[in-house]
């Protein structure tokens, strides 16, 4: 699917050079870059990588399968499939243990700027939302079938919006009209139908802005997909190895920031029982820091100010 405009649509990594400085631990290491996204994260690791370095990248999107396929570089390779998948593909190129994953979350430039991907309020297109478009439900095959109240716990879940039964109940009054208008299937016709659903207004924010968001983690479970990835991380990371995510709203850094305070914490021990300190077993990870934009990234490229990054280290096998 090509860009609208005819052109190749660009992407600003986020937090790159702080991404490659907190993942790289060894120049001959087996690295993960989760979402290969434009290649910008990819295309650094690579570059301070030795000749026994290698990276293995992940992403759902076609059209970054084909940027990344553009790579001619023998220590890459690209898995057209989402990072939950990474353990097994790991395995099936005879790799076991990594020594850093990254994951940089959410959707990219290219994928929001392009209106024939649906992800955008601010231009007409399709209600698509799909990071794959073709695999799964699109948005507006999800909206046509949905009850008031999934519309509402999605909305209200993935959206933190506090109007999520108003717009469910907007949305289900003009699928109810689908006879006479036809399908709710444009971005620019649910971003009006939200509007004049929500009763009061951010500065600053589009009224459209939370159910977008919370229709687009839906559509593409990318919630339900962190939480599995992490886990697979935890069992894939060489002692040393870093876990680097860079997350661009609260729920992503909520899940990200439990997990590593849980598995970097000593476990619970009933203090009636004879147990020494030293007999406990190692968290298997350590905190290592947060790191976020500078102001310099954040007035270059002001889609960089709601990143966080969030740095842990295996410590324990």
Request: aromatic content about 6%; proline content about 5%; hydrophobic content about 40%.
């Amino acid at each position: 699917m090509a860009p609208a405009s005819g052109k190749e649509l660009q992407h600003r990594t986020v937090l790159l050079r702080e991404a490659v400085d907190g993942l790289i631990t060894r120049t001959d290491g087996i690295y993960i870059d989760g979402t290969f996204g434009r290649g910008g994260h990819s295309r650094a690791i690579l570059q301070w990588l030795g000749e026994a370095g290698r990276l293995i990248a992940f992403d759902k999107d076609p059209l970054a399968i084909a940027t990344a396929q553009k790579i001619e570089d023998t220590r890459f390779s690209i898995v057209y499939d989402s990072f939950v998948s990474m353990r097994d593909a790991a395995s099936e190129r005879g790799v076991g243990t990594v020594s850093g994953v990254l994951l940089d979350l959410g959707v990219s430039s290219p994928q929001v700027d392009d209106p024939e991907r649906g992800f955008s309020f601010r231009a007409q297109g399709p209600l698509d939302m799909r990071i794959d478009p073709t695999r799964g439900e699109s948005a507006a095959e999800w909206l046509a079938r949905a009850t008031v109240q999934e519309m509402t716990e999605v909305i209200r879940d993935y959206g933190e919006e506090r109007f999520a039964f108003q717009i469910a109940k907007a949305i289900a009054a003009r699928q109810a009209e689908s006879d006479r208008l036809g399908h709710l299937d444009s971005t620019d016709e649910l971003a009006e139908i939200v509007g004049h659903a929500v009763k009061t207004r951010e500065k600053g924010k589009d009224p459209a802005t939370r159910t977008f968001q919370a229709i687009r983690i839906h559509i593409n479970q990318e919630l339900a997909e962190l939480q599995v990835v992490l886990e697979s991380v935890l069992s894939m990371l060489e002692q040393g190895g870093r876990l680097v995510v860079i997350s661009f709203h609260s729920l992503e850094d909520r899940i990200v920031k439990r997990f590593m305070q849980a598995q970097s914490s000593a476990p619970a021990v009933d203090r009636r029982l004879p147990i020494r300190a030293v007999d406990l077993p190692s968290p298997p990870l350590r905190v290592v820091g947060r790191v976020f934009p500078s102001e310099t990234e954040v007035t270059d490229n002001p889609r960089a100010r709601s990143a966080v990054m969030r740095i842990a280290e295996r410590i324990a096998p």
